[in-house]
C-alpha cells in the first residue's frame, strides 16, 4: 500500500499563488507516475499535471506557463507550484501515484485539498 497526503491548500486572491505538497509513505519503492489532479463542482477530475520518476512533465493546456510540478524522489514527495491563479482553478486537488507491482500497474490516491481562489 502507498499512502499519499496533501497540504497546502487554502483560499487565495486572483492572481496570487499557493504550493501544494504530497508525501507519499508506504510501500514506495517503484512508483512511477506522479500527479496532481483536480475536480471542482459539478465536473469530471481531470488531470493538472504529471512528473515521471525522471523528470518528464506534462500539462493541462489551462495551467501550461502558470503551474509547475516538482518531485524530489529521496524524499518521496511531489509538490505543484501554482501562480497566476484564477477562479476557475478552483478545485479539489488530489495526488495521484502509479505503482508497478509485477505487471500490474497500481494506481493510489490521496484524500485531496481545497484550493479556493476567490477574491
Known amino acids: 500500500q502507498v499512502q499519499l497526503v496533501e497540504s497546502g491548500g487554502g483560499l487565495v486572491q486572483p492572481g496570487g499563488s499557493l504550493r501544494l505538497s504530497c508525501a507519499a509513505s508506504?510501500?514506495?519503492?517503484?512508483?512511477?507516475?506522479l500527479a496532481w489532479y483536480r475536480q471542482a463542482p459539478g465536473k469530471q477530475r481531470e488531470l493538472v499535471a504529471a512528473?515521471?520518476?525522471?523528470?518528464?512533465?506534462d500539462y493541462t493546456e489551462s495551467v501550461k506557463g502558470r503551474f509547475t510540478i516538482s518531485r524530489d524522489n529521496a524524499k518521496n514527495m511531489v509538490d505543484l507550484q501554482m501562480n497566476s491563479l484564477k477562479p476557475e482553478d478552483t478545485a479539489v486537488y488530489y495526488c495521484?501515484?502509479?505503482?508497478?507491482?509485477?505487471?500490474?500497474?497500481?494506481?493510489?490516491w490521496g484524500q485531496g485539498t481545497q484550493v479556493t481562489v476567490s477574491s
Open positions: 495521484k501515484a502509479n505503482k508497478w507491482s509485477g505487471i500490474s500497474l497500481l494506481t493510489y
Open positions: 512528473i515521471s520518476r525522471g523528470g518528464s512533465t
Open positions: 508506504g510501500r514506495i519503492s517503484s512508483i512511477d507516475v
